[in-house]
Each structure stands twice: as C-alpha cells, then as structure tokens.
C-alpha cells in the first residue's frame, strides 16, 4: 500500500528564511505527487503536483518541489518565507483507487 | 468559474441523530471524493463517486454513506452520531478522479457532535 510520511509535525522559520517541508513516499510504481496548504478554518489549496513530467515542479506562491525517485522524495521549499506563507501543508499521494493519500502534515510558522 | 461549495459550513448535532451533508463540484467534474480531517487521525478518505458510481470506499463503519446525483452533487450522511465523528468534513472534485487529477476542495463542513 502506497504511503506518505512528512517529517517534522512543525517548522519554524524567520521571514525572509529558506522554506524546506519534507515528503517522502512509498510507492511500487511511478506516483502522482502532490502538495496542499491548508489555512485556518478553510478547505485544501493545491500548490503543486507532479506527474512525471519534470522533476523540478514549480507551484504557486514561489513554492517548488523536487521529484528523487532514488531518495523517495519530493520535498517543498520556497526560497524565501512569507508570513502570509504560515499554514498547514500535506503531502499527498494520487492512489490507483480514486483516492488521495495524504502526510499528516507540516504546521508552518514564519516568525518576524 | 465557481469552486467547490460544502453546505452547511458549520454544524452542531447531539449524540444519536443523524446529519446529510452537501457538496456541489465544480462544474464539468464528474468525480466527487469525500474526506474526514481530524487533529488525532489527520485526512483520512471515506468515499469518492463518479457518474452517480461510488468506486472506493474508505474504513468508516457504515453509519457513513453517501452518494451522488445526475448533476454530480454528491451528499453524505451519517447516522447515529457519536462524540468521535466531531471532525471538518471536505469535499474535493476533479474530472477523473484518477490518481494524477487535480483535487479541488471545498472549505469543509465542521461537525460538532455533542
């Protein structure tokens, strides 16, 4: 059964400061990767997703996201934080059966 | 174009009734999943049909139904509520509902069972 795993339930960073939320998968074949964000009291917002296209998947908001089938990953960075940018993050992977299978996500917080 | 709307957004029910829930996908999508986010167990999936079909199901006993009408729309109802089931409920739609297919959520309906 495919699996998602985000490591680090909180991240912390200053304004300006690099962004890296971490994915990692588990899946026997090629898998349709993506990643939401999620605001307070709001529904899911796709920032990005992969489809084998290209490994380097640019999103929206300055966020990107890099595809290594050899590490199982597809981490989430943005060079430089927002505080508009502090939210909830999943990971999620697009399943065979009609399903998304989702991290248990990143709580961002952007300090000043 | 209109995004998912979830009816109502918010919802207080007592132990033992039931509540229907609503959802209208975006216009032209004809996959409709259903979602239950909770802090202890996170985004856990219960449903998703596609031409009025339900093709999945997720491991929610079955007081948790739904289904899906000829314009898409889909409902889902939960009977005999317990304390447990207080969770946001999300909507997603998208045209396929195969995996690489954008999901588009709603802003979810809280239940509060009390």
């Known amino acids: 059964a495919q699996s998602v795993t985000q490591l680090g339930s909180h991240v912390s960073v200053s304004e300006g400061a690099l962004v890296l939320l971490r994915c990692n998968y588990s899946?026997?074949?090629?898998?349709?990767l993506f990643w939401y964000v999620q605001y307070p009291n709001q529904g899911l917002q796709l920032l990005l997703k992969?489809?084998?296209?290209?490994?380097l998947v640019k999103g929206i908001n300055g966020f990107e996201a890099e595809f290594k089938k050899s590490e199982t990953s597809f981490h989430l960075t943005k060079p430089s934080a927002h505080m508009s940018d502090a939210a909830e993050y999943f990971c999620?992977?697009?399943?065979?059966?009609?399903?998304?299978?989702f991290g248990s996500g990143t709580r961002l917080l952007v300090r000043p | 174009k209109a995004g998912v709307t979830q009816t109502p957004r918010y919802l207080i029910k007592t132990r033992g009734q039931q509540v229907t829930l609503s959802c209208s996908p975006i216009?032209?999508?004809?996959?409709v999943s259903w979602y239950q986010q909770t802090p202890g167990q996170g985004l856990q999936f219960l449903f998703e049909?596609?031409?009025?079909?339900?093709?999945n199901k997720g491991n929610f006993p079955g007081r948790f139904s739904g289904r899906q009408f000829s314009n898409s729309r889909s409902e889902m109802n939960v009977s005999t509520l317990e304390l447990g089931d207080s969770a946001l409920y999300l909507c997603?739609?998208?045209?396929?509902?195969?995996?690489?297919?954008?999901?588009?959520f709603g802003q979810g309906t809280r239940l509060t069972v009390v």
């Open positions: 997603a739609s998208s045209t396929s509902g195969r995996g690489e297919s954008e999901a588009f």
């Open positions: 999620a992977v697009g399943d065979s059966s009609y399903k998304l299978i």
């Open positions: 899946s026997s074949v090629p898998p349709y």
């Open positions: 216009s032209g999508h004809r996959s």
């Open positions: 049909y596609f031409s009025e079909t339900q093709r």
């Open positions: 992969y489809t084998s296209a290209a490994t």
